[in-house]
């Protein structure tokens, strides 16, 4: 279904009748692979780390424009909850342009949006610019950033993940420093303006997503743009036979054919020649748009759609609790030290860069754990899910810094989970599904994260406490684990009452 020709990963053979085998492409599990890891590490820092480290920049925006903290949160889920809810929508651009330039275009975006908020006058204008504009463009880079790496491995898979996902803690550490140091030098006007610029570095981590070819004998290294069969719109001459070029053997060419024709009919023929090639190239686009397009519907609308799967389904129901207990610290743990009077020993070392630091290695070690032959991914990742929600209920009972900052380690280490996201999905769907599915797992994430910080902050306006916001929270992520344990146990008893079923029959 989302088979894009640029960026197929595996190879079928050629009667579609006949059982379809996958033959593993030379560079998959290594070669150019880790550089598809390397490129999505860079993308992890720019896009996510910056955003995590929005809390730095809430708090200018409290101070500068005097709007409540419930109105201002909306800038950054905003920026982070439209990067993940145009997920589905991504996919199309994936289907149409391929991963390549769906990223770079969205690098563009989200240095335009940076720019742009440099020059807000009020909350209302950093809602059109950072939060939709620099989202989308976010959008656009993150999720073929995270696709690429899946098609690029299969033997270490949540390895790859976590090791390219890490770079949201390592950004998150070094953007909350960067913005910090930027704001207090040059005020958070120009510190948005350079961060902007900073952004533009998504163009290059985009370039380095070369697509994997599909050509059978294995030698093509994956660096030119494949398309699909020999007989695409790509090779058809103006005869409207297929062919690589437009000559026919034994036939002059169309140059040849201009020696004796006089000046003014050879520019009418460059002309016809130029026109010609715009209808073709015209012709090209509008066959990839409707292929793109049909493939994005049939996977979430045909027979078979994703959501048929009921364990994915489930899987979007957590999906939708989840995201939000690990947003809401980051935005609002600055304001949160500043009431319990921490200014001080936060500002020595940040919480958020506490939760950063560890959640680096819990990506890593995790990945490590759960890419071993005798661990389930399943059990890694609802472990993870578990000890989080407990330290999102145990959060509100710190008022010390160094409780707070074990609290934080351990939120850190658990929300490592989030490289094992890709690997679950892959399970439940299939390789060839894994966009589409995954565009719509980020983008219930991102509907978490839209509703989350402002949720906090409306909570704090009402009842002068952050408290109430993490409990209710965490009920709701615990609401979301309980969907993920349920399906498998529902599964379990009516494939028992299939069985028992056709044993009467019989």
């Not at 742009?116 to 999720?143: D, E, K, P, Q």
């Not at 510190?191 to 900073?198: E, R, S, T």
């Not at 939120?411 to 690997?423: N, R």
């Not at 999905?425 to 219930?444: F, M």
Request: neutral net charge.
């Amino acid at each position: 279904m989302y088979t894009s020709h640029e960026d197929i990963g595996y190879d079928f053979e050629d009667d579609p009748k006949e059982k379809k085998t996958l033959k593993p492409h030379p560079n998959i599990d290594g070669g150019w692979a880790w550089m598809i890891v390397l490129s999505s590490f860079f993308v992890h820092i720019l896009i996510m780390g910056s955003q995590m480290a929005l809390g730095v920049l809430n708090v200018e925006w409290l101070e500068e424009f005097h709007q409540s903290r419930g109105l201002t949160a909306w800038v950054s889920s905003l920026s982070m909850g439209v990067t993940l809810i145009v997920g589905p929508f991504i996919g199309l651009f994936i289907n149409t342009c391929g991963c390549r330039r769906t990223a770079i275009i969205g690098g563009l975006l989200n240095s335009l949006g940076w720019v742009l908020s440099a020059y807000a006058a009020n909350v209302h204008y950093l809602f059109i610019t950072f939060g939709l504009a620099a989202g989308f463009g976010s959008g656009m880079a993150y999720l073929p950033a995270v696709v690429m790496v899946g098609r690029y491995f299969q033997k270490r898979r949540a390895l790859a993940q976590g090791l390219s996902t890490t770079g949201t803690g390592f950004g998150t550490f070094l953007m909350t420093v960067l913005l910090k140091y930027l704001c207090a030098e040059y005020g958070w006007r120009n510190a948005m303006f350079i961060q902007g610029a900073v952004s533009l570095n998504l163009c290059v981590c985009g370039a380095l997503m070369r697509p994997l070819s599909p050509g059978l004998d294995g030698d093509d290294p994956g660096g030119k743009d494949t398309r699909g069969p020999a007989h695409s719109t790509e090779s058809i001459g103006s005869s409207g036979q297929p062919g690589g070029t437009e000559e026919k053997e034994g036939g002059p060419g169309p140059s040849d054919s201009l020696g004796d024709v006089p000046a003014q009919e050879k520019a009418a023929h460059r002309k016809d020649a130029c026109t010609f090639q715009v209808l073709k190239t015209m012709s090209q686009l509008t066959v990839k748009i409707k292929k793109g397009f049909r493939d994005w519907y049939s996977g979430y609308f045909g027979t078979a759609s994703l959501f048929t799967n009921r364990m994915f389904v489930a899987f979007i129901f957590w999906a939708l609790f989840a995201y939000s207990s690990f947003v809401i610290p980051f935005i609002h743990l600055p304001e949160i030290v500043n009431l319990y009077n921490l200014s001080e020993q936060n500002d020595v070392f940040p919480l958020t860069s506490i939760i950063a630091i560890v959640h680096i290695f819990g990506k890593v070690i995790l990945g490590v754990v759960a890419d071993l032959p005798c661990i389930s991914v399943w059990n890694v990742f609802l472990m993870a899910n578990f000890t989080l929600v407990v330290s999102i209920f145990i959060l509100p009972l710190m008022h010390t810094y160094a409780g707070l900052a074990v609290i934080c380690s351990l939120i850190g280490f658990s929300s490592g989970y989030f490289s094992l996201m890709p690997v679950v999905t892959e399970d439940l769907v299939g390789i060839e599904h894994l966009a589409n599915a995954y565009g719509i797992i980020i983008c219930a994430n991102g509907i978490s994260a839209l509703l989350g910080p402002p949720f906090a902050g409306w909570i704090y306006d009402i009842t002068q406490k952050y408290d109430f916001s993490f409990y209710i929270c965490g009920l709701l992520y615990m609401v979301g684990i309980l969907f993920l344990l349920i399906q498998p146990c529902i599964q379990i008893i009516e494939q028992s009452r299939k069985k028992y079923m056709d044993g009467a029959n019989v």
